[in-house]
């Protein structure tokens, strides 16, 4: 098995991490557990996205020893519960005695600067942190109130401009949250394209011009991942088609929504939606290797009835349907 000849280099680097854990640190005891860097000006610290960063590889690489089923796998997991405790313990001494307001924190001394829109990758694109807790919320309010220039986010200290990626980041959170203010950002970002349909990394506050060379290969990957999360989701054994899209994505009588081949962990899917006179027809075909334990469409629109013509399907909201079917046809009546 491919991951049998690399299992000894996820054991070195777990045991790197582990090793590099502060055991001891008498002037933050708050902080041991954690790892500590160098910021870019050289200045060790305790910073909350490097560490949530260690916990996604722990997290992952657990999970691959979980695979393997590998006799370490309970050492290491021990390892990572205790290193989701010590950011715990670290988010709460902030919270509690240095914000006196649930946040996400920074550093072991900031919380409330630009550097917040790193810390919310906790959310995208790390999935360590639940979109919905209170300290997410509250940061996001640090966000808005103070960063946001109409549909923007916006480093006052930063010479380059305005920086895409934080944006894209920003609209996922958004995202995440189910928040329609993903599509306001987003608007602006497909706004900011060049003529070429790509994007640099920063745009100049002033002129909105690229203020960097264009046809950013990680923005660009962005914009693919973001309308992807629109579209399709995989949910642990549940495959969400058209999660949360604008209404204004919906068809037209001349346009369907049409995605045709797209991979999935569970294969390949087609689909298509279609504007009936009396809502839309939907359609959706597959080549699945796996088959997943519930399949939900969603639209933005409040569905009155559906009628299946090929295999069951349930209205379980006002706007989501379900069914198990990788092969479905719908009258979807709105």
Not at 158 to 186: C, E, M, P, W
Not at 282 to 290: D, G, Q, W
Request: proline fraction near 5%; include cysteine.
């Amino acid at each position: 098995m491919f991951l049998n000849q690399y299992s000894h280099r996820i054991i070195d680097i777990l045991n790197y991490i582990n090793n590099s854990r502060i055991k001891l640190d008498q002037t933050t005891p708050f902080c041991e557990g954690l790892v500590k860097q160098a910021d870019p000006n050289g200045l060790r610290d305790y910073c909350f996205y490097e560490n949530i960063c260690v916990l996604s590889i722990l997290t992952h690489s657990t999970f691959l020893l979980k695979i393997l089923e590998h006799k370490l796998l309970p050492h290491f997991a021990t390892i990572k519960n205790n290193f989701s405790e010590s950011i715990e313990r670290f988010c709460n001494h902030i919270s509690n005695y240095i914000a006196f307001k649930n946040l996400l924190p920074i550093s072991s001394n900031f919380y409330n600067d630009y550097r917040v829109i790193k810390s919310l990758q906790c959310i995208f694109p790390l999935d360590v942190f639940n979109p919905d807790d209170l300290r997410v919320s509250n940061s996001l309010m640090i966000i808005e109130k103070y960063l946001i220039n109409n549909q923007y986010i916006l480093d006052p200290s930063n010479q380059k401009g305005i920086s895409v990626y934080d944006n894209f980041i920003l609209a996922h959170i958004y995202l995440k949250r189910f928040n329609s203010k993903a599509f306001d950002t987003f608007d602006w970002i497909l706004n900011q394209s060049l003529s070429t349909g790509s994007w640099p990394d920063y745009i100049n506050p002033q002129t909105f011009q690229g203020s960097s060379s264009g046809h950013s290969l990680k923005i660009n990957s962005e914009f693919i991942i973001f309308f992807r999360q629109c579209v399709i989701q995989e949910n642990k054994n549940e495959l969400n088609l058209l999660p949360f899209i604008p209404s204004s994505w919906l068809p037209t009588s001349s346009t369907p929504l049409h995605i045709q081949n797209a991979p999935t962990e569970f294969g390949t899917i087609s689909f298509k939606l279609s504007k009936s006179s009396f809502g839309f027809t939907f359609e959706l075909t597959s080549t699945l290797f796996k088959s997943p334990h519930l399949i939900t469409l969603s639209l933005p629109v409040n569905i009155l009835k559906i009628n299946e013509a090929s295999v069951p399907a349930n209205l379980n909201s006002q706007n989501i349907i379900e069914f198990k079917d990788g092969t479905i046809s719908l009258s979807i009546y709105i």
